[in-house]
């Protein structure tokens, strides 16, 4: 495959160049591409130095699939651009996820939905909605959903490398009870802190990122009926978000049926609480894998299940699934 990766240099970019050499993605070429202020950097992949070229249309030429990981207003322009040029995009941003001409695919959930693709764009989905799709979908094949009540502990990470530089700037102070450095990505101060409010508020009174929740689950999971409702916070944690999901379904499902659908669901590691198992960030960072735990039963609801389910957000959350998005549209004969 002739392969761009586009926004190289960004915490996720630099991820896909690791998980495609990781996965060995049958490469015949590939090149790197970013804004202004990386073009020209040289990065090393598989042992080769390469150096990073601006994104402009021309680059895109006989180019058949890019990882793109670039703010959305770059993904509005380029992407179509990139598409015209006959290679199909898989977009990291959130420009076209909810565009009903772009499939929003976690390929352990829907792959099917890669078989029309109009306008050579795929959307990878949000970092919490990806997990919490991989955990759920198992169940949904045993009973329809009726609600979701999930809060979310994420990571510092999801704000890329600024954020990941407000926690290694402020944890160490913290520790020593100095004063700590203002932050820049994070809303508020993230050592010995939560904050509920680090994305734009909505009009609706809920952040762009619980609205993403909503919206991008009803898609991935295509059922627009289910209720969700989603509270979500970022944690002092470096890498990997961790999610608390209280799930009714229609018709009750055991905790016993639970566990044995997840244990042998395509991307979940079960941890099972009566070894002593429960899923941590610690586990989920430098993993593909969905770590899924502590499964209950709502000891008010008989029709509900409680899990708790950990991925880490850089990999699984963006570029892993971006790149099984890439291997699924081999499979599939999408791109030859
Ligand atoms: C976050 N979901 O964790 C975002 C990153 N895309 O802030």
């Known amino acids: ?79 179509p651009i990139a598409a015209r040029h006959g290679a199909i995009v898989v977009d990291n941003s959130s420009a076209w996820r ?64 600024k954020g990941l530089a407000d926690f290694d700037a402020q944890l160490g102070p913290w520790v020593r009870g100095e004063s700590v450095p203002k932050p820049t990505a994070h809303r508020a101060q993230l050592a010995g802190n939560v904050v509920t409010l680090d994305w734009t508020l909505d009009p609706n009174g809920y952040t762009e990122e619980e609205n993403k929740v909503i919206n991008e689950t009803h898609k991935i999971l295509g059922d627009s009926q289910i209720g969700i409702s989603p509270t979500c916070v970022r944690v002092p944690v470096k890498i990997s978000h961790s999610e608390s999901i209280n799930v009714e379904f229609f018709e009750p499902i055991s905790v016993e049926q639970a566990k044995a659908a997840l244990a042998t669901a395509p991307g979940v590691i079960l941890m099972d609480e009566l070894k002593g198992e429960f899923p941590q960030p610690v586990h989920a960072t430098g993993s593909d894998h969905t770590f899924v735990g502590r499964v209950r039963q709502d000891p008010g609801n ?4 409680n899990l708790w389910v950990v991925a880490d957000n850089l990999r699984k959350g963006a570029a892993s699934n971006a790149v099984q998005v890439a291997e699924e549209l081999i499979r599939r004969g999408i791109v030859k």
């Open 1 to 79: 495959m002739n392969v761009a990766v586009v926004g190289a240099t960004g915490a996720v970019g630099e991820l896909m160049r690791r998980v495609l050499l990781e996965r060995q993605f049958p490469l015949k070429s590939i090149k790197f591409l970013a804004s202004e202020k990386s073009a020209g950097k040289q990065i090393e992949f598989a042992c080769e130095k390469h150096t990073v070229q601006l994104i402009r249309p021309e680059a895109f030429a006989g180019v058949q699939i890019v990882l793109s990981s670039t703010p959305s207003s770059v993904s509005k322009e380029m992407s």
């Open 98 to 161: 909810m565009d009903p001409q772009v499939p929003l695919v976690v390929p352990e959930v829907n792959p099917e939905e890669l078989d029309h693709i109009p306008k050579g764009i795929v959307a990878n989905p949000n970092c919490v909605a990806i997990p919490l799709c991989v955990a759920l979908k198992p169940l949904q094949k045993i009973s329809r959903i009726k609600r979701i009540i999930i809060s979310t502990y994420q990571s510092s990470s999801g704000k890329g490398a």
């Open 302 to 305: 008989i029709n509900a299940l």
